[in-house]
């Protein structure tokens, strides 16, 4: 709906960066994950298509071991339903391919030669391709019109600054309607934003209770997780948002930071980079995400002119200072390394 975009430019930005492991350089054990390593490894590529043997693209495709089950890296198919794990180390995986309720699995064993699966997933793919992300679910046609109407002002003057307003208008689509998964969650982000976390989580779960298909209650979900340092519960509330909407930068966003958390940098930058293709508008953050992802990995150059991208973009913003100590830091390091 269209209050989604004002609603994260209220919340994202107000929210500081909670980001762990700020002294580098680090151990070089923290620099790869398991199954992804630098040396012995190969690429597993593959291919996703429908039932009517049509390329699927943004079907999420999970790389796991195939004994434990763990989850190693995702990616996204792209419009020729293509992926690539670039490097993957000796042994037994299984390969994941999930779109909406639809899922295909296959085992792949990676021993010292480049790897290939082909997928399929039992859907139909639809003439006018593009619409299925922004759909309307069965539970918010329910709405009443007045309750819509509450919303929207609430969304309003989100956008204006005005969040105890705003949630007046939220107590009322609610008394209005007490399942609108909408409501919910736009009342949880301001509850975020306020530092209540409990409350905020609360109405994410009820807005999830009201329509489990709804997206933006998860990674709104996932974004309090990170906040309180719970990267494993993060990681599963924004897997479940990037089933539902593929396309959603924001999922990517909040997927990077809790892998930044478990120190897979790598794979935050895959998240990153999809994040940063995905929005429409630049968003500095991402810069600034994508930066300390960078100083895990000793790449100190490119972090340097992430930090500068962030800068340049937001001179005076809240995380500035602590973006220019970070510059200031690589500078250091680079000049050490002469």
């Known amino acids: 709906m ?107 064993e990676i021993n010292g030669l480049p790897g290939s699966v082909n997928m399929r997933l039992a859907v139909q793919t639809r003439a006018s391709d593009g619409g299925d992300h922004n759909s309307i679910s069965v539970a918010q046609y329910k709405v009443p019109g007045k309750a819509r109407d509450e919303l929207k002002k609430a969304n309003k003057l989100v956008g204006e600054q005005k ?3 705003a949630r007046k208008h939220l107590e009322n689509a609610l008394a209005i309607y007490p399942s ?64 539902l909407a593929p396309t ?21 930058l895959v998240q990153l980079g999809r994040a940063q293709a995905l929005v429409q508008h630049d968003y500095p953050l991402i810069h600034l995400v994508k930066a300390h992802a960078m100083l895990a990995l000793s790449n100190y150059s490119e972090a340097m002119t992430e930090l500068q991208s962030y800068l340049a973009k937001e001179p005076t913003g809240p995380n500035s200072a602590q973006a220019q100590k970070m510059l200031d830091r690589a500078r250091a390091f680079v000049e050490k390394s002469k």
């Open 248 to 268: 959603s930068w924001q999922a990517c966003f909040e997927m990077a930071k809790a892998l930044i958390g478990k120190a897979k940098y790598e794979d935050s």
């Open 163 to 165: 969040p105890e307003e």
């Open 2 to 108: 269209s209050f989604r975009s004002a609603v994260f430019a209220f919340a994202f930005v107000l929210t500081s960066l909670h980001l762990h492991a700020q002294g580098y350089p680090f151990n070089q054990q923290q620099m790869q994950s398991p199954g992804l390593g630098q040396g012995n490894s190969n690429p597993l590529s593959g291919n996703v298509r429908s039932a009517d043997d049509k390329p699927l693209k943004d079907v999420r495709v999970e790389l796991r071991e195939a004994n434990s089950g763990v989850i190693i890296s995702s990616v996204y198919t792209n419009i020729a339903g293509n992926f690539e794990f670039p490097r993957v180390s000796k042994g037994l995986y299984e390969v994941v391919a999930t779109q909406g309720l639809e899922e295909a699995r296959e085992r792949i």
């Open 180 to 243: 609108y998964a909408d409501a919910y969650t736009l009342r949880g982000i301001l509850k975020m934003d306020a530092h209540d976390h409990d409350g905020a989580l609360a109405d994410l779960q009820k807005a999830i209770d009201a329509d489990s298909n709804y997206a933006l209650a998860y990674i709104v979900m996932g974004a309090v997780k990170n906040m309180d340092s719970k990267f494993d519960d993060a990681i599963r509330s924004l897997q479940r948002a990037e089933t």
